[in-house]
Nanobody, 120 residues
Framework: QVQLVESGGGLVEPGGSLRLSCAAA????????MAWYRQAPGKQRELVAS???????NYVDFVKDRFTISRDNAKNTVYLQMNSLKPEDTAVYYC??????????????WGQGTQVTVSS
């Protein structure tokens, strides 16, 4: 099993910044593709950004130039730096780890989610 623990969510005013962190409790973190998803009330969960084990990143259009995903394999941690936040960024943000091989019988693991609220 792989446990993912997220932190860093909270309430921020429009235009503000937050940094989310997701720590994995296993050293095989380094072989995973890590991603952040979000789910707003009444909407489906959607991909925000991803980063491969070698550091290649991918962003969806609505966060490009505002959000930055990064990882520290030595700390088994992935980050999401969110700048210029908008009210429409309000959602529960989830960390995802995708492995190329079965780990504990699964390819994918999820964190518990962290609430991000952008409001004045």
């Amino acid at each position: 099993q792989v446990q993912l623990v997220e932190s860093g969510g909270g309430l921020v005013e429009p235009g503000g910044s937050l940094r989310l962190s997701c720590a994995a409790a296993r050293s095989i973190f380094s072989i995973s593709v890590m991603a952040w998803y979000r789910q707003a009330p009444g909407k489906q969960r959607e991909l925000v950004a991803s980063i491969t084990s070698s550091g290649t990143t991918n962003y969806v259009d609505f966060v490009k130039d505002r959000f930055t995903i990064s990882r520290d394999n030595a700390k088994n941690t992935v980050y999401l730096q969110m700048n210029s936040l908008k009210p429409e960024d309000t959602a529960v943000y989830y960390c995802n780890a995708h492995f190329p091989v079965l780990v504990g019988g699964k390819y994918d693991y999820w964190g518990q989610g962290t609430q991000v609220t952008v409001s004045s």
